[in-house]
């Protein structure tokens, strides 16, 4: 069965994980199809695991069994799960991890969810440091050959959710958000999606100690090397500087405030 599987994690390509996993689910399933999203997730950064995965998640077929791996509780008592809506299967760490794909515009009644504790579906040697590669790869592997949500574990309804961080407005009216992922441009993403700026495309925008005046269309609106706030692909407010690299040379980090005043 060809069926497409789908990983995230924030474990880098340098070490070799990727690949194991990998080849752990081509053992499993020769016919499988697995496509890289993302290995780019800074170090245990569950919300921006979150948001990258789900930015990227709503491209693929109904059918897809995606794997998201940003795991800082691996070994400890957080349980790994498996969820189903509709024909897409969801293999992750109990953390919060999928909040922003599986949110409340899903109705709950419609998400089935398991905790995997059916140890036949792991590989035979489980380690405490690399669940991806023992449990979430072989998961999704059997998923991937037709086995069903209900034979991997015992169902649960209380699988973590973690709050978004939305933006606020202050007493002047200015929306105040924040960054939330910055890309290999060093373009900074903020919390502020598109809708939130109607009629503010004159707005002033502060962050890091740094004021701009409206917001661009493209980068090549700007003079190059100056910083400018334009829409992202995803639909955030995104800080950015043309032919040069936003957050090394401003000193944004993720989690900086930025201020949206009309």
Avoid: C
Avoid at 112 to 127: D, M, T
């Amino acid at each position: 069965m060809n069926r497409l599987i789908t990983l995230t994690t924030d474990f880098g390509l340098s070490d070799g994980f990727v690949g194991m996993m990998k080849g752990v689910i081509l053992n499993i399933n020769p016919d499988a199809t697995i496509v890289d999203i993302t290995h780019d997730i800074a170090p245990q950064n569950i919300e921006e695991g979150a948001f990258l995965f789900a930015n990227a998640s709503r491209f693929f077929p109904a059918h897809a069994i995606h794997v998201v791996v940003v795991d800082p509780g691996v070994g400890t008592a957080r349980r790994p799960i498996a969820l189903q809506t509709g024909e897409t299967f969801f293999v992750a760490p109990d953390n919060g991890v999928l909040s922003r794909t599986l949110r409340a515009d899903h109705a709950s009644s419609a998400i089935r969810a398991v905790h995997l504790n059916r140890a036949e579906y792991w590989l035979a040697h489980i380690s405490n440091t690399f669940h991806g590669r023992d449990i979430f790869a072989p998961v999704a592997a059997h998923l991937s050959r037709g086995v069903s949500l209900d034979a991997l574990g015992d169902p649960i309804d209380d699988w973590a959710r973690i709050e978004i961080a939305l933006p606020t407005r202050d007493a002047n009216g200015a929306l105040i958000g924040k960054v939330i992922h910055i890309d290999r441009f060093g373009n900074a993403i903020t919390n502020i999606a598109a809708e939130m700026l109607a009629g503010l495309d004159r707005a002033e925008i502060e962050i890091a100690g740094r004021v701009m005046r409206g917001i661009r269309a493209t980068y090549a609106d700007g003079a190059p090397g100056e910083p400018i706030a334009l829409i992202s692909s995803s639909g955030h407010l995104e800080i950015a500087r043309r032919e040069a690299n936003a957050a090394k040379s401003l000193q944004i980090e993720i989690g900086n405030q930025i201020r949206v005043s009309p």
